[in-house]
């Protein structure tokens, strides 16, 4: 089990990680506020996890402290992410219990988006790359196996993606609210998960999550905090937080 939750959880990680750049004069311009992820807490079928974030004091995620709980057992895992001068996203690494489990390097295009992410685990480099559509969306991740996954996007929201894996391929459609969060995910077709999204001030505080057959099988809890960050930076950083809570693509696609 502890494996497979490695495995897991460093996908996930891998699709959380990354930024742009922006420009070097961003300490010089204005500020604005930005309300940001404080903690997450989810609640699901023998476990639970807790999610803390620390960012930056430019907004940007600093720090992720992950604690999964099965049954008896735990783990933990702390993610610390560098940055750039400019802002672009550097490396990160990947702690589990205190022991180092994977470093991340990234590759970035003249317009600072990361095309290539680069860790290693048990002395095994794996390799994904990255390509974008003409509005900056990220519209394929390839895998160095030759796996892929293709991504859609209608009114600035990923509504499918196509993805080729070892067992064939599978589509994956989204359907949202009229804020912009899914409430429905189709698998091939057929309905996987549906979401029902509790809001407080505009911002989503609850989801409780179920399956095809209309058990609830997971309950989230989302707490929040108001930042200052420079007015150059305000996109990139509520492009990290959407991604944060839906974690419906990669963080690679948060950038300026």
Not at 117 to 125: A, F, I, R, T
Not at 134 to 154: I, L, P, W
Not at 232 to 253: D, H
Request: positive net charge.
């Amino acid at each position: 089990m502890a494996c497979a939750l490695v495995v897991a959880t460093l996908v996930m990680v891998a699709s959380f990680a990354m930024v742009a750049a922006t420009p070097a004069s961003a300490h010089a311009e204005g500020k604005t506020s930005v309300w940001v992820v404080k903690s997450v807490k989810s609640t699901y079928d023998g476990g639970s996890s807790v999610s803390n974030y620390t960012y930056s004091n430019k907004g940007l995620v600093k720090s992720l402290k992950e604690v999964y709980k099965y049954d008896s057992d735990s783990q933990t895992f702390v993610d610390a992410y560098a940055y750039t001068s400019k802002n672009a996203y550097k490396g990160q690494t990947v702690k589990m219990d205190g022991k180092t489990v994977a470093k991340y390097t990234f590759t970035n295009d003249s317009k600072g988006r990361v095309t290539k992410s680069s860790y290693k685990v048990d002395g095994k480099k794996y390799v994904t790359k990255y390509a974008y559509n003409k509005k900056g969306q990220v519209s394929k991740a390839t895998f160095d196996d030759g796996n892929y996954t293709k991504f859609s996007y209608s009114g600035g929201l990923m509504t499918k993606t196509v993805s080729k894996g070892e067992y064939g391929s599978y589509t994956t459609t989204y359907k949202y609210d009229k804020k912009g969060y899914p409430t429905k995910v189709y698998y091939d077709g057929g309905l996987t998960a549906s979401y029902k999204n509790t809001y407080k001030d505009g911002k989503l505080v609850k989801r409780s999550v179920k399956d095809e057959s209309g058990k609830v099988y997971s309950k989230i809890t989302y707490t929040y905090k108001k930042v200052s960050v420079p007015k150059s930076l305000a996109k990139m950083v509520k492009a990290q937080q959407r991604i944060a809570i839906t974690q419906e693509l990669p963080l690679v696609t948060a950038h300026k």
